[in-house]
């Protein structure tokens, strides 16, 4: 039992199912999944170029001169990302930026992220493009002039 601020106590299951709701209603009425891959764009671009792997006993280092861009473009992504989620007046703005942004990673941060970055980015920046706030439910009432 989950007891709320006036000590009434709610069950588990509606507590759980109210936040569903709340979380789907917050989700519809913004690029949600435009801002996430947006966001998962900049993961792979900031990982790689930071990355010591080791196979087999062979280091691997993806580290180029490119680490300070690959650092940017990240951040800027999950930026990106976050402002699609909180700000969705922009989402033109930040869609044709990650665009841009994802395009640029392929020559500037290890091919994109390994093409991770890169594909997401794409992804998340056309999502954010062609999202469209939803209208009102209500119809438009016509005119009643005699005119």
């Known amino acids: 039992m989950i007891t709320n601020f006036f000590g009434g106590q ?4 509606v507590v759980v199912a109210d936040a569903r ?7 519809g009425v913004r690029p949600f999944w435009a ?18 792997l080791d196979l087999s006993g ?5 580290s180029t001169t ?7 473009i990240g951040v800027l992504l999950m930026v990106l990302g976050f402002t ?4 969705p007046d922009v989402r033109v703005f930040a869609g044709i930026a990650t665009l841009l942004l ?16 890169l594909i997401c980015g794409l992804i998340g920046g056309s999502l954010a493009c062609a999202w469209l706030p939803p209208i009102d439910s ?5 005119s009643t002039d005699g005119a």
């Open 21 to 27: 709701c709340r979380f789907r209603t917050w989700r």
């Open 66 to 72: 490119s680490g300070a861009g690959s650092l940017v």
């Open 138 to 142: 209500e119809p438009p009432t016509a």
């Open 10 to 13: 709610r069950d588990l299951r």
């Open 84 to 87: 699609l989620w909180y700000h």
């Open 58 to 62: 062979i280091p691997l280092a993806l």
């Open 35 to 52: 801002g996430l891959f947006t966001f998962l764009a900049g993961l792979p671009i900031l990982y790689w170029p930071y990355a010591n």
């Open 102 to 117: 994802a395009l640029i990673s392929f020559p500037v941060a290890n091919f994109g992220g390994l093409f991770l970055g």
